[in-house]
T-cell receptor
Framework: EDKVVQSPLSLVVHEGDTVTLNCSYE??????LLWYKQEKKAPTFLFML??SGIEKKSGRLSSILDKKELFSILNITATQTGDSAVYLC???????????WGAGTKLIIKP | NAGVTQTPKFRVLKTGQSMTLLCAQD?????MYWYRQDPGMGLRLIHY???????AKGEVPDGYNVSRLKKQNFLLGLESAAPSQTSVYFC???????????FGAGTRLSVL
């Protein structure tokens, strides 16, 4: 059975800290891995990764994929209170219209 | 550019009542999805559609029906609401070539 596991489930840090969120997967016919940020509303797209070792970066957020070890990390440097959210990881597979979702990591940034 | 629009945003139902949630997208996307999200359980797929006139079951389809009569609209129906259907419902759409799904703002439904 295909599955996506995120860790930790929740994390509390102070403003300015750096955090690393993890997403591991076991799927057949991997196609892509996606990260989303969800505040009190809809998930919003952050990154899509398809190749190992190539870092995607947007401001203080970055992500990388390891297809050999079957995981991805999302890094956030110099965290701000606005980074508080649930971060969702999802995996797309070939020949399937669906995404397989992890349960999310709830990140709380304390001022 | 509206993207994905869901109506209504909030609704309270009594057990046994019926209702329809509407999702509209203006991005000409082929695929559309309905999810429910409950605390600690992430997103669970209810039904999805790969094109106008087609629908398919997801992970948790029981108690729900869907229709995709027009490409831009995807309707989710609850025929006889139950308290277990209290949840936040999200609609999403994606284009043919990419896995990126774009979400609506959600509908918060309470069934009493």
């Amino acid at each position: 059975e295909d599955k996506v596991v995120q860790s930790p489930l929740s994390l509390v840090v102070h403003e300015g800290d750096t955090v690393t969120l993890n997403c591991s997967y076991e799927v057949t016919n991997f196609r892509s891995l996606l990260w989303y940020k969800q505040e009190k509303k809809a998930p919003t797209f952050l990154f899509m990764l398809t190749s190992s070792g190539i870092e995607k970066k947007s401001g203080r957020l970055s992500s990388i994929l390891d297809k050999k070890e079957l995981f991805s990390i999302l890094n956030i440097t110099a965290t701000q209170t606005g980074d508080s959210a649930v971060y969702l990881c999802a995996v797309g597979v070939d020949s399937n219209y669906q995404l397989i979702w992890g349960a999310g990591t709830k990140l709380i940034i304390k001022p | 550019n509206a993207g994905v629009t869901q109506t209504p945003k909030f609704r309270v139902l009594k057990t046994g009542q019926s209702m329809t949630l509407l999702c509209a997208q203006d991005m000409n996307h082929e695929y559309m999805y309905w999810y429910r999200q409950d605390p600690g359980m992430g997103l669970r797929l209810i039904h999805y559609s790969v094109g106008e006139g087609t629908t398919a079951k997801g992970e948790v389809p029981d108690g729900y029906n869907v229709s995709r009569l027009k490409k831009q609209n995807f309707l989710l129906g609850l025929e006889s609401a139950a308290p277990s259907q209290t949840s936040v419902y999200f609609c999403a759409s994606r284009e043919l070539a990419k896995n990126i799904q774009y979400f609506g703002a959600g509908t918060r439904l309470s069934v009493l």
